[in-house]
C-alpha cells in the first residue's frame, strides 16, 4: 500500500468543509483501489449538522470533480475509487467507534465516476 499525504480543502454541494487527509493506493484482489480520505468534522454524530444523505451528492462531486483530476495528474491508474469521509483523524484500518466515517466506490470511467455497489 502506498500513501500521500496532501491536505487540499474542497468544495462540495451539500457546503460542508472537508479537507484531504490522504491518498491511499493499495491492490485489493487483482484491482488497483485509490482511497480519497476526507476530514469532515460536520458529519460527527455529536454536534455534526450534516447527514449521510446531505453529504450523499459529495461523494460523487469528489469523484468527479476531484479524484478524475488527482488521478491523472500524477499519473496513476484506478479500477476503484473510494472516497470516504471522517469526522477525525482515523487511521486507516484502525476501528474507532467514536468515530463517524461514511464511505462510496466508484469506478471511473470516460465519463465520469460511476457509482459502485460493494
Known sequence: MLAASPIFAQEVP???Q???SEVLVDEVGAERWLRFRFLAPDIARDGGTVSYAEA???F???CDDFALSYIASFELSADVVVISFMDRPVPFGTPDPDA???FEAFR???DGCEWEEL
Open 14 to 16: 451539500s457546503g460542508q
Open 18 to 20: 472537508v479537507t484531504l
Open 56 to 58: 450523499e451528492q459529495d
Open 60 to 62: 460523487q462531486s469528489l
Open 100 to 102: 463517524t466515517q461514511f
Open 108 to 110: 471511473p470511467g470516460p
